[in-house]
């Protein structure tokens, strides 16, 4: 075998290789039917599902009031458009919660989306759901008034800094 017919079996090897290598690696990121279904099932017993609720509708809404300014004789007719849209697109919802749960599935394995399904169905889980919405609206609250303390912290030591180089702010 010549040389040049040599290097272009190489070349033919190493790009079935590589074709193989991202084919199989494509392969192993999209998640299994039963695991977008664990990942279905642990957003909804987390609640999740009721965060995506108003997207569809608010969507529709947002459309409509960029034609409202520029038409606003059309409001009423606006408004039943929006109305009709929103039936329309209900179905939307599904494929968004399908969208959402691949990402889980491709985060955690099935076995640990089981698991974690398994766990939210406990009562232990049960109270996590339902009072982890409670805890992470608190946690920012308090985050919030601690930022604004450690905010007037800040701002007088800049101004004690800064009267050193001989600036009053």
């Keep these: 075998m010549p040389v040049p017919s040599l290097l272009r079996a190489a070349a033919v090897g190493a790009l079935m290789l590589a074709t193989a ?22 957003i909804t017993i987390k609640g999740g599902d009721a965060v ?3 997207i569809i509708g608010g969507v529709i809404e947002t459309v409509k009031n960029l034609f409202v300014p520029t038409n606003p004789n059309l ?13 329309q697109y209900a179905a939307k919802q ?25 766990f939210y169905k406990s009562p232990l889980g049960h109270k996590m759901a339902t009072t982890e919405p409670e805890v992470i609206d608190a946690s920012m609250k308090r985050a919030q008034l601690w930022a604004d303390a450690f905010s007037g912290d800040v701002m007088s030591r800049f101004r004690e ?5 001989g600036h009053d702010l």
């Excluded at 800094?161 to 180089?165: A, D, F, S």
């Design 94 to 118: 599904d494929e968004l919660m399908n969208e959402v749960a691949r990402i889980y599935a491709e985060k955690f394995s099935e076995a640990e989306l089981k698991d974690l399904v398994k």
């Design 161 to 165: 800094e800064m009267k050193k180089k």
């Design 52 to 54: 995506f609720d108003p």
């Design 21 to 42: 290598g991202l084919v199989q690696a494509q392969a192993q990121a999209q998640p299994s039917a039963s695991a977008v279904a664990a990942a279905r099932e642990l």
């Design 75 to 87: 409001s009423k007719e606006l408004d039943e458009v929006a109305e009709h849209l929103k039936k």
